[in-house]
Nanobody, 121 residues
Framework: VQLQASGGGLVQAGGSLRLSCAAS????????MGWFRQAPGKEREFVAA????????DYADSVKGRSTISRNNAKNTVSLQINSLKPEDTAVYYC???????????????WGQGTQVTVSS
């Protein structure tokens, strides 16, 4: 499956962003979807994930309560809304597809190219 992430940009602290990821090439509902991020000099880390039909979701503690992951299976898209953005949210955000909801990178088989999010203080 091919994944294309979009929606990143430069935002002031306290603002909001909605990231989107469009999938193509394979049956979208075969995959749980995840969002990860990687800041300069740091390892890629889990942000959020959602099950194939949206019944289950999981969030990293760092974004829990101020972010929402959702998916539209009719449009083959998954989105991540992040509110109350902080400078420490600055990173390249990646969407990924895999067989199940997981906070570990390893189960995810397919990755998008990433979209840059920069939060200014």
């Amino acid at each position: 499956v091919q994944l294309q992430a979009s929606g990143g940009g430069l935002v002031q602290a306290g603002g909001s962003l909605r990231l989107s990821c469009a999938a193509s090439g394979r049956t979208f509902t075969n995959y749980a979807m995840g969002w990860f991020r990687q800041a300069p000099g740091k390892e890629r880390e889990f942000v959020a994930a959602i099950s194939r039909y949206g019944a289950t979701s999981d969030y990293a503690d760092s974004v829990k309560g101020r972010s929402t992951i959702s998916r539209n299976n009719a449009k083959n898209t998954v989105s991540l809304q992040i509110n109350s953005l902080k400078p420490e949210d600055t990173a390249v955000y990646y969407c990924a597809a895999g067989p199940r909801v997981a906070s570990d990178l390893r189960p995810y088989d397919y990755w998008g190219q990433g979209t840059q999010v920069t939060v200014s203080s």
